[in-house]
């Protein structure tokens, strides 16, 4: 489904992305931990070309792409291939729930209006929402503005969802409705990618998790190989630190 190969990604002389090499499988929910400056919020955004990535190849539900001589239509077809879930929302404030979530539908996949508002509202009624559809996100609470944002992003049907942080910017009480949205999510056999510092959450919801600092997979394993039986000193210190925090 998704396959990176050699990621690298250079800021001027800054190495941010080291030889990344990932493969997730069609359906697998994998989630990436790591330290702040990690690299894995800026991996997450090269696999859609949010960030350009300096060289490797990302292929995508087939789609293979050399990164360095990637065309506009390469970058267009990956990009319509994910759908992306960010940590501040990135919803257009002037238009509503409704509307955020059809843009996309309508801009994108070129879908005609009422077709658009069908498949818009059935998805707004799944991350419970259906009430909210005049709304703009200024009248919603950030756990509200981030289910818009998922919808928007599942409207779209894309082949693999990517989740970069999508709680950091929640108030604490407002964490467990978003995870909630996502686990039902990952309950319909979406594939998905998840940046996240909720260790409980990954641990439940992951098929895998890949461990990052300074640019590089330390470690990689199923939920229960890392947190109970963690290969790499770096990794345990990590866990262990964070586990406390949680």
Do not use: W
């Not at 509503?96 to 998805?123: P, Y």
């Not at 709680?167 to 998840?194: C, H, N, Q, W, Y």
């Not at 640019?215 to 290969?231: A, C, H, M, S, Y």
Request: charged content about 25%; aromatic content about 6%; overall charge neutral.
């Amino acid at each position: 489904m998704i396959k990176l190969e050699n990621i690298h990604k250079y800021y001027d002389s800054h190495h941010v992305l080291k030889g990344i090499n990932i493969g997730v499988d069609k359906g697998e929910v994998v989630s990436i931990l790591g330290p702040s400056g990690s690299g894995k919020s800026t991996l997450l955004r090269c696999i859609n070309f949010l960030e350009q990535p300096t060289s490797g190849i990302v292929e995508i539900g087939g789609k293979r792409v050399n990164v360095e001589s990637a065309s506009k239509s390469d970058v267009f077809a990956l990009r319509t291939s994910t759908g992306m879930v960010f940590q501040q929302y990135n919803l257009f404030k002037n238009l509503t729930v409704l509307q955020n979530v059809m843009i996309g539908l309508t801009s994108v996949k070129q879908l005609k209006k009422d077709e658009a508002k069908k498949r818009s509202l059935e998805i707004l009624e799944r991350v419970g929402l259906s009430d909210k559809l005049s709304h703009y996100p200024a009248q919603l609470s950030g756990g509200q503005q981030q289910r818009v944002g998922i919808a928007r992003a599942l409207a779209l049907n894309p082949e693999v969802l990517l989740f970069d942080e999508p709680t950091s910017s929640l108030d604490p009480e407002l964490v467990d409705e978003v995870l909630a949205t996502i686990r039902a999510v990952a309950d319909t056999g979406k594939t998905m990618f998840i940046v996240t510092h909720e260790l409980n959450f990954a641990r439940e919801i992951s098929d895998r998790i890949i461990f990052m600092e300074d640019g590089v997979i330390i470690e990689e394993g199923t939920p229960e190989q890392l947190f109970t039986d963690p290969k790499m000193e770096r990794t345990k210190q990590f866990l262990s630190k964070a586990t406390r925090n949680n």
